[in-house]
């Protein structure tokens, strides 16, 4: 099945810089890479998710991008603030008409510093 | 908005012991998901399910049965617990047969097997 990665595991950044969190895929048949936020205690939220026709996507302060070819995506934060501060999960839609299912990476901790 | 729990909260079982995980959905979604959470493993799928009276096999099944007896409900049943399931497990639904890949997650059930 397919596999995600995803880099770092842990990211500092001060506050009001940027952030970005890197994925790679293995099946070049996924076509949907949705991003969820997850605040400690809670359950994870889409925040922003590309599809394959795509190469970039940009909300408010959030840009994703998409290089089919070399089957990663990356998630941008600009202007970075403390309630950026969460655990961050790529995803990768596996093929087959309907399942609906991802893969998920194994999440990136986001600590936004002032 | 997306409506999805879970039942219960926090459970604590003992080892052999039989668990049974509730999800309820009321976004009349015809897909649904149970996932563990790890450290170190990001979200992992067990079983998923396309409707009523269906389910699948996800990436990590052993050890996990699924019931879907309606299309709001979703159970997830540990015949026989082993500490080595003690995890935080979220469901979620979705309609991926729209075009929208977007899972909405319950608040999570927090399992500690003893």
């Known amino acids: 099945g397919e596999q995600v990665e995803q880099l770092p595991s842990i990211l500092r950044v001060q506050e009001g810089s940027s952030a970005s969190i890197n994925c790679s895929y293995e099946d070049s048949a996924s076509n949907y890479f949705p991003w969820y936020k997850q605040e400690p205690g809670e359950n994870p939220k889409l925040i922003i998710d590309?599809?394959?026709?795509?190469e970039r996507k940009q909300i408010q302060e959030l840009i994703v991008l998409l290089d089919k070819k070399a089957k990663r995506f990356s998630l941008h934060i600009t202007d970075t603030q403390p309630g950026d501060s969460a655990m961050y999960f790529c995803a990768a839609s596996a093929p087959g008409a309907n399942t609906g299912k991802l893969t998920f990476g194994h999440g990136t901790i986001l600590r936004v510093h002032p | 908005e997306a409506a999805v729990t879970q039942s219960p909260r926090n459970k604590v079982a003992v080892t052999g012991g039989k668990v049974t995980l509730s999800c309820n959905q009321t976004?009349?979604?015809?897909?649904m998901y149970w996932y563990r959470q790890d450290t170190g493993h990001g979200l992992r799928l067990i079983h998923y399910?396309?409707?009523?009276?269906?389910?699948e096999k996800g990436d990590i099944p052993d050890g996990y049965k699924a019931s879907r007896p309606s299309q709001e409900n979703f159970s997830l049943i540990l015949e026989l617990a082993t500490p080595s399931q003690t995890s935080v497990y979220f469901c979620?639904?979705?309609?991926?047969?729209?075009?929208?890949?977007?899972?909405?997650f319950g608040p999570g059930t927090r399992l500690t097997v003893l």
């Open positions: 399910s396309y409707g009523a009276g269906s389910t």
């Open positions: 976004n009349n979604h015809n897909n």
């Open positions: 979620a639904s979705g309609e991926p047969t729209g075009g929208d890949y977007e899972q909405y």
């Open positions: 590309i599809r394959s026709n795509m």
